[in-house]
């Protein structure tokens, strides 16, 4: 059985309680922190920014996974590194050189990862694919927690994990929006190895019993 990891997003967390939220994602027994980081340009909303995964580093040990929602996502690069990211994901849809972007992110001491949005084909990425740690299938369109996935986008995993598989690449899958304990085996069936889950974790009762789920067990 492949391995699974878990990334609760503190986008669904209470923002003025963002520490202990953090620490109920490492109590619960998750792998990775997802940050969903927005500007209100590529996407229709504000959140988080260095400072937040700056202060909200020391409070837990698990990796920063941060997903960068932003126009000119380069010009972000220094200041998450500084501030202790470990994964940036940036969309192709917001960088023209994004050979150059995956560079400077690596050289930064940071791992790289790509994402796009439902409306943008797999094939897009056929040029970096080699190069990133991380990508990064949006099942919603970005900007907002608590939205239905749309299944179609499913569609995209399987594409992802044949190219992995034909060409020994050793990206990591991951899938955000609209992910619940029923869908995410499902996803995990069609080729996904990171679930990013927001609401679903952070309103679940037993958040341990929902990160099993998120595994698929």
């Known amino acids: 059985m492949k391995q699974v990891l878990a990334a609760p997003s503190i986008l669904a967390a209470d ?12 109590q ?42 932003v126009e000119n996502p380069q010009d972000h690069i220094e200041s998450f590194a ?14 023209v050189h994004s050979n150059r972007v995956i560079q400077n992110i690596r050289a930064a001491g940071m791992k790289p990862g790509i994402s796009l949005v439902p409306g943008t084909p797999v094939h897009f990425l056929d040029e970096i694919l080699a190069e990133v ?10 900007g907002f ?12 995993l399987v594409t992802l994990a044949s190219i992995r598989e034909e060409q020994g690449l050793r990206y990591r899958i991951s899938v955000d929006g609209g992910i619940n304990a029923e869908n995410a085996r ?18 679940a009762k037993d958040k341990a019993t929902a990160v099993r789920n998120f595994r698929g067990r």
């Open 186 to 203: 499902r996803a995990i069936e069609k080729g996904a190895d990171v679930i990013v889950a927001g609401s679903a974790f952070f309103e």
């Open 82 to 95: 500084k501030a202790g990211a470990d994964y940036f994901t940036f969309h192709i849809e917001a960088a």
């Open 28 to 69: 619960a027994g998750a792998d990775w922190i997802h940050v969903d980081v927005m500007d209100g340009r590529f996407v229709p909303n504000l959140t988080f920014g260095p400072k937040t995964v700056a202060d909200l580093r020391p409070v837990s040990a698990l990796p920063l996974d941060c997903h960068l929602m």
């Open 15 to 26: 923002f003025g309680r963002l520490a202990e939220a953090v620490q109920s994602v490492e």
């Open 133 to 142: 740690d991380l990508v990064l299938v949006m099942l919603v369109n970005p």
């Open 145 to 156: 927690g608590g939205q239905h996935m749309l299944p179609s986008c499913l569609e995209k």
